[in-house]
């Protein structure tokens, strides 16, 4: 028996860790849309998916703030998920531009949990980050280290970790796993 699974849809797809998980799951046979403004990123990452074996993949560049191509792709796809990886990443900019990092990690966040509400999808993956300890009392870091953030990106993170604990207090449908990476470095073999 053949068994058709719904695609996985993965924000920032084409970006380091957002690109290795993407061929992680073309490997084990999950469909995926990749959506990614590629401001981080580069279409070539797509190019190398393909000599690394992925089948082709469908790409949609786009925002995840633009709650329109959000919905168009919601409304063309019957996902089984979201993994969100889309965002800013640097430390130092965040400190130089906060309300950036906000807008982009905070608001894209929310726009994304809003059109998969709105779509009946309630399975995300949050790529957060290790920052939301802020200055540790100990290492290594217990899980549960109190949370607290030194910077915007840190913040920002640790905000939309809060949205999502929220958001499945009040509507225990979401199945929300949060991932909190320290340094996430390498190359495919």
Known sequence: MHC???P???TGGCGFI????????????WPVVVLDNLSNSSPRVLERLRELGAP???????????????DALFARHRFEGVIHFAGLKAVGESVAQPLRYFDHNVGGTLQLLQAMDRAQVR????????TVYGDPAQVPIPETAPLTATNPYGR?????????????QADP??????????????AHP
């Open 18 to 29: 957002g690109s290795h998980t993407v061929l992680a799951l073309a490997e084990s046979g």
């Open 8 to 10: 996985i849809l993965v």
């Open 123 to 130: 399975r995300v993956v949050f790529s957060s980050s290790a």
């Open 173 to 186: 449908r979401w199945s929300i796993a949060i991932l909190r990476y320290f340094n996430p470095v390498g």
């Open 4 to 6: 058709i699974m719904n």
């Open 56 to 70: 082709p993949l469908q790409f949609v560049q786009g925002d995840v703030r633009d709650a329109s191509v959000l």
């Open 156 to 168: 920002s993170k640790l905000m939309c970790e809060d949205a999502l604990r929220s958001l499945h």
